[in-house]
């Protein structure tokens, strides 16, 4: 039965596959056919490219009929953010700016996707260019949770975890600057992981703030992130910011799942006031599962993290301001003439273009960001916001002295309902308060699953935090975790989802 | 100096290329200030003996040799133009000179 | 053509102005490297190709796209601080000077701000009275070019009056270095002498580095000039405390001619405005070699605010000590040596090479000897004709169309005695005309110096059998008197003939040699 690969990790399909108990065609027709049946309510799909995705499985199964040795996620469908260029496929970075624009040239890490022969199903739903932590500022319309229908799926990257927490996908691609990928795993009850900065090429994924992006894996393991984390890292000679050292040995590091002996910091900063208490509740019974294991838990302190949230509200903007500059109606995207005015200056189309043609968020943040920068004001904000970054990186510095990881609770508060914060751009920023010190430091963190909330039984996530370039230890400990839990839950918390009702019967594939 | 005013707001628009009605210029200028206001306070940690960071990693010294690379054809890069005409990107008349 | 009908601004005479004014000058070179590739892209930089065919998503500013750093720009803006004296930076970064427009696919160019690789280093300039003048260099810094635009409906072409416009984004991105000299104190008269020297010199010394093509006219080198006029101070030693005027900056200096006379008529017209008690607009203006004049470009103000922030898209760049003497050891002669080698090698004399230097003939000179040409008659030629035809044309001489190549060649055809001078100067006009070469030119027209011993006898026979009192006076010994009869001679031979020697055989025959 189809639901069988729907339900099935990424590794399980990958296993299947190669021992041809399933075709690459089956598995991506599944997954097309799941895609029809719940994302009318889920809505996690920009565009969804069945042909292509089709194409790709077809190739992946001759393939391999032939004998070639081809990689272990060939075949294996996947989603990407729709941040990223996809020769051919739209890709709107969430904007109406972008409606319709067709990239002539493929992101880095799609070549990679390609070039492992994973169908790429569609391109999924976001914060406009990624601003934001609940998807309603897609200008396509919110994603939905899951879990709850009239609940935020997170963002920027929502419709990434949405399509894989609801089986439309078994993996996924998702960047985050500042929590996109991790706090929507959080919310979703899924896997995200945020790789070192330039340990993954960021060329061809559109711009918000060059100095915090990154892309990552989103799946519902951590075995599945970190097959996903393998084939999309690695140095890249097209990104100036790109490592030049091969992908950490992650799959290695969840192979051995061992926390013996390993000291786990708990930020004091990070999980405290301001956290809602199922939060805090299944936080600490994980970081006691990972004690049983036989971790040591050490008390650490970063007292600038409390300006964590200011710098990033600073940087941010002042470098999207810069990136966004180039959608301007005069090369490709939205042009729009000014109302009521005869012969138009070029000037005049840019403004009027940029007006209709971004949201609020990002006109907000384009503002903020051009004061951030302007003469007079540089020292006293962008300026200072990077030397907080400098105190931010001292203190994991510090703390990684003492500890090998640093954990905490991912989000402070559970998936909140579509509507509830979209009025107060504050409120909405604090949602990435535990997320975002990673991201002005260029450390990697994970996110996974700690359980639900007793208040409102909704999923909770636990943050993972290594010093950079040591991501393997996010998986080590990640892996040794979710076993532990999984466990103790009698199976993967997804499971306790409640059943999507679906708009459409799944049709069987007959090989 | 986290007050910012509905004139700035009008200046920083016109700085950044986007036609604001009034109504937004009304709005943003009330959002801003609250943000501003939380973020102002970076300030008071930077202090002048703490250098600045501009890349999380230290890296340095990434070039490039100077060996062409296959570019994109005209017809690629045209076919998403807004409008285009002897082979170039036609643009409504430039105000100001450079 | 200039079709702008806007009034004449006033200007004084230059000398009245010194009377009162201190000039000070600033320079901005823009420098087009000739790298293969693009400054952060492998797209080519090879002129001349086809609209938006050297273009990719970097150098296109398309989303997604990064940049990364051309190796051998690097190189070559390190060889322009050491030929600069420059320091060359430890550590330096990229910047992005933010501003809006549409050949700036990015909308911002990623330049180089507080933090340029070259900075700290002097000219020396040698002007046309064998003086030295020192012109201090405060940076050279990478950077990217734009974008060209055609403005369409016009009068012009340019963008007044134009309805819309046409970019071509080929030249987008290829590396540029722009030089910046610190403000030029105590020129006073001579400051337009001194700018355009300064502007020749780079010009040289970046052909010699082999950086560029460095072809004013073509835009491979740029020139802005700055210029402010304070009070001249009545004790000379106290200048220097008198604080600078306000400036303005000129574009559109397409030729050495054109910085000099551009700075002149600065001079005059902010001397003019001051004098009427108003004060200097700061604005860019624009000038225009045909009509000599600046007019009133666009206004500088705060809507100028780069918002310049280190490029986060790239690292820095930290030349290692050993890299710059690596590089050091490929610089060529310093000009001065250069110079007084090249002199002695071709025996001219002070005043000779000096006046070569001046009309910015010496790189002429040097490639017309490598061709062949001897020294005496590549001097000859590009000082003499080509310095005329190229003043009255009010073009630079190295912007003609005739090639040292060429000189070369004309030089050897007279040198062989294939052609007489003034059949020299006829195929000098035709090659100017675009005829062909020297060889191709006298080939068509049938030039040849009539070698015919026989025949220029003969013709000096009929003429003093023609001219019997003017043959008298010359066997009378008034030699001088032969010339009349050399002309007749020549206008038989239909100029073909060796006029020394005519008169050779003319004052032999009529027994006065």
Redesign the interface.
Known sequence: MSSDITRASAAELADRLSRKEISAVEATQAHLDRIEAVDGSVKAFLHVDAQGALATARDIDQRRMAGEELHILAGVPIAVKDIATTKGLPTTAGSRILQGWIPPYDATIVTKLKAAGMPILGKTNMDEFAMGSSTEHSAYGPSHNPWDLERIPGGSGGGSSAAVASYQAPLAIGTDTGGSIRQPAAVTGTVGCKPTYGGVSRYGLIALASSLDQAGPVSRTVLDAALLHSVIGGYDPMDSTSINAPVPPVLEAVRRADVKGMRIGVVKELGGEGYQPGVRARFEESVQLLVEQGAEVVEVSCPSFDYALAAYYLILPSEASSNLAKFDAMRYGLRVLPEGVEDPSAEQVMAASRDAGFGDEVKRRIILGTYALSSGYYDAYYGSAQKVRTLISRDFAAAFEKADVLVSPTTPTTAFKIGEKINDPLAMYLNDIATIPANLAGIPGISLPSGLADEDGLPTGIQILAPATKDERLYGVGAALEAALVRRWGGPLLAKAPELSTTATSREVHA | ?SA?SRD??AH??????????NE?LDK?SG??A???E??????????DD????????P????????????????A????????S?????????????? | MSTDTRAAEPVVDYAEVLKKYDPVMGLEVHVELNTATKMFCGCATGFGAEPNTQVCPVCLGLPGALPVVNAAAVDSAIRIGLALNCEIATWCRFARKNYFYPDMPKNFQTSQYDEPIDFNGYLDVELSDGSTFRVEIERAHMEEDTGKSLHIGGATGRIHGADHSLVDYNRAGIPLVEIVTRPILGAGARAPEVAKAYVGALRDLLKALQVSDVRMEQGSLRCDVNLSLRPRAQDPDAQNEVPLGTRTETKNVNSLRSVEAAVRFEMTRHAAVLNSGASILQETRHWHEDTGVTTSGRVKSDADDYRYFPEPDLVPVAPTRQRVEELRATMPEPPAERRHRLQSDWGYSDMEMRDVMNAGAVMLIEESVAAGATPAGARKWWMGELARRASVDGRDLADFGVTPGDVAELDALVASGRLNDSMARQVLEAVLAGEGSPVAVADARGLQLVEDDEALSAAVDAVIAANPEVAGKVAEGKVAAAGALIGAVMKQMKGQADAAKARELILAKLGAS
């Open positions: 100096m910012i700035e707001v920083l628009a016109m700085l950044a290329r986007i036609d604001l009605s937004e943003m959002e801003l609250i943000i501003l939380s973020v102002a306070r970076v300030s008071e940690l930077a202090t703490v250098p600045p960071t501009s890349h999380p990693l890296l340095t010294n990434v070039t490039r040799p100077d060996v062409v690379r296959p570019s994109l054809t005209a690629e890069v045209l076919v998403a133009a807004p409008a005409e002897q082979q170039r990107f036609s643009v409504p008349r430039i105000l100001d000179e450079d």
